[in-house]
């Protein structure tokens, strides 16, 4: 079957390091596994990490101008001012490049004489093309929601047009075939906007679990080219935002470092935090036991999982925790028990004291006790490392998450052959 995945989020360049990057490659990849002809539709490719196996189709994250006051006048808004206000012309941006998207993605998968099936679509914030697209070719559209968008932008960036993101998010919703959800919270959300039960299904992240697996072989190499050879390694893979709880997770080690000499941190990620969290490293007294990579590409994962001895995912406490872990996932899939708080999602994939530590959400000391223990005890942590892999491959890969999906999509809606 020909499938379209479709990306209009210009924040997640296709090959780039984000989370969601790794999710949208992971998933045309798996696709690809089962036996789909790809053709993957972007705002941004980026670069970075090996394309998936999919034809690549970019169109761009900028409307023209001359679009954006289109956009304008149809909003009864002078242009010159909104041009001027920098969140309302991103907005309206967004706006003015999908107004056009659904023909020209159609014009450019007729020019290459590729008839989709199916479109598969990741939920971008002031997108709805894509129910239109699936409108203009007749075929059915799987729509993949990731977060509660609005709420989100709303709180860390800013949004001008908050009517009219909640109207065009509303329309993508009620038109799509089958809605999938990340996390039971934010299928509560899509819930919320009207979508009838029997078209949401929740589907958490998964993970490539061969590729995981074959990490073991780089350990000593690349804990030797660290620094790291005879040190236990407690691990963090993510983004220093202030959820992902990094300075949590630093207060934490620095309560332990003390009475646990061979004890150290390797933290690979990136992201706005980072600088200052090198700065508090390189100033106080344990700095030569912290270490950061910065960014690195996706495919080297692995073998950063395997110069760990175990992962620490210290999300801050929110009360809408609405996030399906993709580090998680991939800790265990290597073979790596995690110490994580019990919110959201993450009690599902961790079993306390089975394939991993959980702890109150924001208890320092109920983080710092899983750490030393596992720390402490090689036998326990590599016991728990085998069950979280066994977890990991139990249900998790992304092929299986592909195909339970497919399998989900309604009758009535379903192309001739879906698997």
Not at 378 to 398: H, I, N, P, S, Y
Request: aromatic share 6%; net charge positive; hydrophobic share 50%.
């Amino acid at each position: 079957m020909k499938v379209l995945y479709l990306n209009p989020d210009g924040g997640i360049p296709v090959l780039g390091e984000k989370g969601a990057s790794v999710h949208v490659r992971a998933f045309v990849t798996a696709l690809a596994a089962l036996g789909h002809e790809v053709a993957l539709a972007c705002s941004r490719l980026g670069a970075g990490n090996r394309p998936p196996p999919a034809l690549l189709l970019e169109f761009g994250r900028d409307a023209p101008e001359s679009s954006v006051r289109l956009m304008c006048a149809a909003l009864g808004r002078d242009p010159d001012s909104a041009l001027a206000d920098r969140q309302m012309c991103r907005d309206i941006g967004r706006m003015a490049l999908d107004a056009t998207l659904a023909a020209r993605v159609a014009d450019d998968l007729a020019a290459r004489h590729f008839p989709p099936a199916l479109i598969y679509e990741r939920h971008a914030l002031f997108h709805a093309s894509g129910a239109a697209l699936a409108r203009r070719l007749g075929v059915p559209r799987i729509l993949e929601v990731n977060a509660p968008l609005i709420e989100e932008q709303a709180r860390h960036r800013g949004l001008a047009l908050r009517e009219a993101a909640v109207a065009i998010e509303r329309r993508s919703f009620l038109a799509a075939d089958l809605i999938v959800a990340v996390s039971a919270a934010v299928r509560d959300y899509v819930l919320a906007r009207g979508v009838p039960a029997d078209r949401v299904m929740v589907a958490a992240n998964g993970v490539e679990v061969a590729r995981f697996t074959q990490g073991a072989r780089a350990r000593d190499t690349r804990r030797a080219r660290l620094g790291l050879s005879g040190a236990t390694v407690c691990g963090f893979i993510g983004s220093f935002k202030p959820w992902h709880g990094m300075g949590f997770l630093l207060d934490a080690l620095e309560d332990l470092f003390a009475g646990a000499d061979a004890l150290h941190l390797l933290a690979v990620g990136d992201g706005p935090l980072l600088a200052g969290l090198r700065a508090r490293a390189a100033a106080g007294r344990w700095g030569h036991r912290l270490h950061f990579t910065g960014s690195v590409p996706h495919d080297d994962i692995p073998a950063y999982l395997a110069a760990m001895d175990f992962t620490v995912a210290p999300y801050a406490d929110q009360p809408d925790f609405y996030f399906s872990p993709l580090k998680i996932v991939e800790s265990m899939a290597a073979g790596r028990a995690v110490v994580a708080p019990a919110t959201g999602q993450i009690p599902e994939l961790i079993t306390h004291g089975e394939s991993g530590w959980l702890y109150a959400p924001d208890d320092r000391a109920g983080c710092g006790a899983g750490i030393s223990t596992l720390a402490g005890d090689l036998a326990m942590r590599r016991a728990m490392g085998r069950a979280a892999q066994t977890v990991a491959a139990r249900g998790w890969d992304w092929t299986e998450v592909a195909r339970r999906i497919l399998a989900a999509v309604p009758a009535a809606a379903r192309p001739a052959r879906v698997a």
